[in-house]
């Protein structure tokens, strides 16, 4: 392509995570200052700065001189953190079948050590139920012969592969690494009289609304850290915990009539996130970087019912010997070689193999043997993986996502002018706490996990090799983001190279010139930007969005200096852009000003702008405003979704402004698009009626929805505030994206007036509020911290009653993070009908 010319070495991407959250404890009972560092951090981890710098006397130009600053170093405090989560319920009575009355369930729960220092866990032999089940029956016989008693609960640190009775009292666990695993199952057997339709949750621990990591207050039942002894583990930080002892717990729930289908879904991410060109001149020094993440869900994305868990092990061969691992592994492309030996992120490990796909095509990446040791030349490896470390990392909790597992190869034999490199990535491993779980397996490129398969909602077990050569026929993740059509055998990660020509030129975000777009060319590239959207601009509402300003950077990517001219160009679909929009171009002092009607940008003052004398391989760059119109629609209201882009063309031109002429006698041009969204968080509130106390759901009222809903007293209302970030994603390299940064919800019911909340008002006047707050039902899908205001704006607690004082009248939940494109999160909260 005349724009996909070869992209030079002078711009690297990667990932970095760097963070130092510091804040200081002074009191009396301290005699000394304790910096306290984010989670993770390890305790009593000592940081160092040292700071260095380069320098030149004026008098003496081009002579660098070096400055080393004085040391400084801060040591982390201990921090504990813990979460429970839930990893699924099995029917040991009907195993995958539905759920009867006087069949026996096992609920199993994943504790993960969340803090900075090692910690054991306090987990009781209790669990709260409700519902028609009780916490009763006997746990499966484990390969130790552990014989537990009636209802007597179970732990395991080895992702299940063996379980500890908990005696009765309760049981402190062994010590616990940053990030490690406890499994815990429950015995629950379903009451005779139970009936379809019917729900048993069970509760392990005891937090309100169950909230994860939170101070500990003490209650039967808890779920908690406890600190080591001094010295008494290797890491072992010396003293307690900065912010004391920390407990979580967490409800799961099944409906009798309903299936368990307890499983693991594995997600396995793969992005390139780095490309260098090194000698153009051939295309056997090239070196790409790839990103590999491994998510385990949470919810079930596939709709069909399954109740997620914890990924555990399965059975591979390392340094000759079988071991039970979770193994994310990636064939190396063909005509490529592994140029460093990786590094994995914590609590993992680099594993290589010699096995070559393209010798053994039916041999996948789990039943191939594998060695911890790199061989004497990286040129053998045909394989490399990553797996747990035992030690640290047992199983891989629900709503986890593990990243920082990097791969950089080199290409190497390949003849032409240019050349296609492909590349799939792979997990394996089994759903922790079923002894009989089948092979767990994804391939990356899209977002479905244990190759599900979409059209017949089955999850397929049979892994694929794993290896693409260039004449791969697979579905491609053109835009370089897992977002390719869900398939059982992933998607291609595909990225072509090629020699550079005499005339070429690149367009793209600032400091991003070879920035690539949705399709994997360097003409679908772009910056996105918001515009301010006023308070209360409700769905529907149209604005007159204030101007937006753009930097963007070209660069001459062919080997002659060239001229180049910078034009505004129409949508690709002329009608994504509002008639009337006016967009500036501007470099140096040189400004062009055109208004877009009809599908054309006509120039309304000014000239062209042109840019000239711009040499091989040199950067420049220019300014771009965009104001639309008055009458703008949202950019989030549901039949929009989506930003008004303004493709930004620049050409190479002769002496004479002709453009010049490919092989094809076409213009050689490159687009990047500036984006404007008038706001890009979408809210869309829906509603489902439950039963609860009082009369049977009606019609369609059970269902959620946006539609309008006629609940019984007794009955419940949930409310869910669906929130997506509608913008472009990062589907590509190098574009500027919208993320959603400090977002607060707000849900008052006190506000009243006409089409204004009035749940949490004594709307008939019958000396009681129409609606009462479900203590627990306040959720957000992600992390979030919500505050409960009861009576006149006061913040309180997850109280229920039936006056205002007594109740929750406003929820606010304030989001942990960012929201990334494309990224749908809920807010859910239940109100009883009084």
Not at 547 to 560: A, D, E, P
């Amino acid at each position: 392509m005349k724009s996909l010319s070869r992209i030079k070495k002078t711009k690297k991407y990667g990932m970095y995570r760097a963070f130092i959250a510091a804040s200081f404890l002074i009191n009396g009972i301290f005699s000394f200052v304790a910096p306290v560092l984010a989670e993770g951090t390890a305790g009593g981890q000592s940081i160092s700065n040292t700071a260095t710098a380069t320098y030149e006397d004026p008098n003496n130009p081009n002579t660098p001189i070096n400055s080393t600053s004085n040391t400084v170093t801060v040591t982390v405090a201990e921090v504990a953190g813990i979460t429970v989560t839930a990893s699924g319920i099995t029917n040991q009575t009907n195993p995958g079948g539905q759920i009867a009355p006087g069949n026996q369930l096992v609920y199993t729960y994943t504790i993960t050590n969340i803090g900075n220092d090692p910690t054991k866990f306090r987990i009781p032999n209790q669990a709260t139920s409700n519902g028609p089940g009780t916490i009763a029956g006997t746990l499966p016989v484990d390969q130790n012969g552990q014989t537990p008693a009636n209802g007597q609960l179970q732990y395991s640190t080895n992702g299940g592969t063996s379980w500890v009775n908990v005696t009765p009292g309760g049981i402190d666990s062994p010590s616990v690494p940053v990030g490690g695993t406890v499994l815990v199952r429950v015995p629950v057997t379903i009451a005779a009289a139970a009936q379809n339709g019917d729900v048993v949750s069970v509760t392990l621990g005891n937090t309100q609304g169950d909230a994860q990591n939170v101070l500990r207050i003490a209650d039967g039942g808890d779920v908690y850290t406890v600190d080591n002894p001094d010295g008494a583990v290797a890491g072992e930080v010396p003293g307690a915990p900065v912010n004391g002892v920390r407990e979580g717990s967490i409800t799961q729930r099944a409906t009798i009539g309903g299936g368990t289908n307890t499983v693991a879904l594995a997600t396995v991410l793969k992005v390139r996130t780095g490309y260098d060109a090194g000698n153009t001149s051939t295309l056997n020094d090239d070196l790409l970087t790839y990103g590999l993440s491994l998510r385990v869900e949470s919810s079930d994305p596939t709709n069909r019912g399954f109740i997620p868990a914890a990924l555990a092990g399965t059975s591979i061969t390392v340094d000759g010997n079988p071991v039970t691992r979770i193994l994310v592994s990636d064939a190396l492309p063909a005509n490529t070689t592994l140029n460093a030996v990786p590094t994995p992120p914590p609590g993992w490990r680099v594993v290589y193999s010699t096995d070559d796909p393209a010798v053994n095509p039916t041999r996948t990446a789990n039943q191939v043997s594998w060695s911890t040791t790199a061989p004497a030349s990286l040129s053998t490896v045909k394989r490399i993986g990553f797996i747990n470390d035992p030690n640290t990392v047992t199983s891989v909790a629900t709503g986890t996502t593990v990243t920082g597992f990097t791969v950089q190869i080199r290409t190497t034999n390949i003849s032409g002018s240019t050349a296609t490199v492909n590349n799939v990535a792979q997990v394996f491993g089994r759903t922790a706490g079923d002894p009989n779980s089948p092979l767990i397996v994804d391939n990356s490129g899209d977002q479905n996990p244990d190759n599900y398969n979409s059209t017949t909602g089955n999850i397929t077990t049979t892994p694929d090799i794993g290896y693409y050569p260039v004449t791969g026929t697979n579905p491609v993740d053109t835009a370089n983001n897992n977002q390719a059509a869900a398939s059982i055998t992933g998607a291609l990660n595909q990225f072509t190279i090629s020699t550079p020509s005499p005339y070429s030129v690149l367009n793209g975000p600032e400091g991003a010139p070879d920035a690539t777009g949705p399709d994997g060319t360097t003409n679908t590239d772009f910056t996105n930007k918001s515009s301010f959207v006023p308070p209360n601009t409700t769905p529907g509402s149209t604005l007159d969005p204030q101007s937006v300003g753009f930097t963007n950077t070209i660069r001459n990517n062919g080997t002659l200096p060239s001229d180049i001219v910078v034009t505004p160009t129409a949508p690709s679909n002329p009608t994504d852009l509002p008639d009337n929009t006016k967009v500036t171009v501007s470099y140096q002092n040189q400004s062009a000003v055109y208004n877009y009607s009809g599908g054309t940008f006509t120039l309304t003052s000014g000239t062209p702008v042109k840019i000239t004398g711009v040499a091989a391989g040199a950067n420049a760059t220019y300014g771009v405003e965009v104001d639309l119109p008055p009458g703008t629609r949202l950019s989030t209201d549901t039949d929009i979704q989506r930003g008004f882009p303004v493709r930004v063309t620049t050409t190479l031109v002769d002496g004479s402004n002709n453009p010049r002429l490919d092989a094809s006698s076409q213009p050689i041009s490159n687009i990047t698009i500036n984006r404007v969204y008038t706001g890009f968080l979408q809210l869309l509130k829906k509603s489902q009626i439950l039963k609860g106390t009082g009369p049977d759901v009606q019609g369609s009222d059970g269902t959620l929805s946006i539609d309008p809903k006629k609940p019984s007293p007794g009955n419940i209302i949930q409310y869910v505030i669906e929130y997506k970030n509608i913008s472009e994603p990062q589907s590509g390299t190098g574009n500027v994206i919208l993320e959603a940064d400090r977002l607060v919800i707000t849900e008052d019911g006190t506000i009243g007036g006409a089409n204004g909340n009035n749940w949490a008002l004594d709307n008939d006047n019958n000396l009681q509020i129409d609606t009462s707050n479900i203590i627990g039902s306040a959720k957000d899908s992600g992390a979030a911290n919500i505050t409960f205001y009861n009576g006149s704006n006061t913040p309180g607690s997850d109280q229920t009653g039936t006056t205002a004082t007594t109740d929750v009248t406003k929820y606010v939940n304030t989001v942990t993070g960012r929201v990334t494109p494309g990224v749908t999160r809920t807010f859910s909260f239940q109100r009883k009908v009084n």
